[in-house]
């Protein structure tokens, strides 16, 4: 069955890096768009990024352009995240999810928290 | 960005009413609209896809109609595990983007 797992979650300064992934199983990685969702605690969703299969095309969203950086590595069936200047406005819980036609398969998410 | 204004943002019921969602977006998003409920703590998981198409699995009280930039999800006879937050989405054009949710809550 369809597993999306992430990982790399944590207690970060502002200003701090951060790099998440998410290992994907149960499917065909190289075929399908993956994006990044986030929703901060309390609060509703919001679409951060997403990449076509071969990574030659990538979208983000205003709040995260020139900070964020999505990537993938179908060898390795993983999607990742690497977020650079955090600010505490990105305190949030991050999913991963599969396709972008309202994506039926998302992972459990991982927290990441901005504090000083 | 295309806005979607999702009413009401909190809804009270009781188990075996119709209950009804909208979504309006700001401009024309054709049938690119999917609706999702999450419970406390878990991810989001998808009902209704291109606007009325349902989930495989999602029980048939579960429905939704709509196009252009008026959307809604319609639950007929509640049950207990359907009190949840449900969030429409528009992935027409980049950023896709949430109704800010509806909390279903039991009368």
């Known amino acids: 069955q369809v597993q999306l797992v992430e990982s790399g979650g944590g207690l970060v300064k502002p200003g701090g890096s951060l790099r998440l992934s998410c290992a994907a199983s149960g499917f065909t990685f190289e075929n399908h768009y993956m994006s990044w969702i986030r929703q901060a605690p309390g609060k509703g969703l919001e679409w951060l990024s997403y990449?076509?299969?071969?990574?030659?095309?990538?979208k983000y969203a205003d709040s995260v352009k020139g900070r964020f950086t999505i990537s993938r590595d179908n060898a390795k069936n993983s999607l990742y995240l690497q977020m650079n200047s955090l600010k505490v406005e990105d305190t949030a819980v991050y999913y991963c999810?599969?396709?972008?036609?309202?994506?039926?398969?998302w992972g459990q998410g991982t927290l990441v928290t901005v504090s000083s | 960005d295309i806005q979607m204004t999702q009413s009401p943002s909190s809804l009270s019921a009781s188990v075996g009413d119709r209950v009804t969602i909208t979504c309006r977006a700001s401009q024309d998003i054709r049938n690119d609209l999917g609706w999702y409920q999450q419970k406390p703590g878990k991810a989001p998981k998808r009902l209704i896809y291109?606007?009325?198409s349902l989930q495989s699995g999602v029980p048939s009280r579960f429905s939704g109609s709509g196009s252009g930039t008026e959307f809604t999800l319609t639950i007929s006879g509640l049950q207990p595990e359907d009190f949840a937050t449900y969030y429409c989405l528009q992935h027409n054009t980049f950023p896709y983007t949430f109704g800010q949710g509806t909390n279903l809550e039991i009368k």
């Open positions: 999810a599969r396709d972008l036609n309202t994506p039926g398969y």
């Open positions: 990449i076509s299969t071969t990574s030659g095309f990538t």
């Open positions: 291109a606007t009325s």
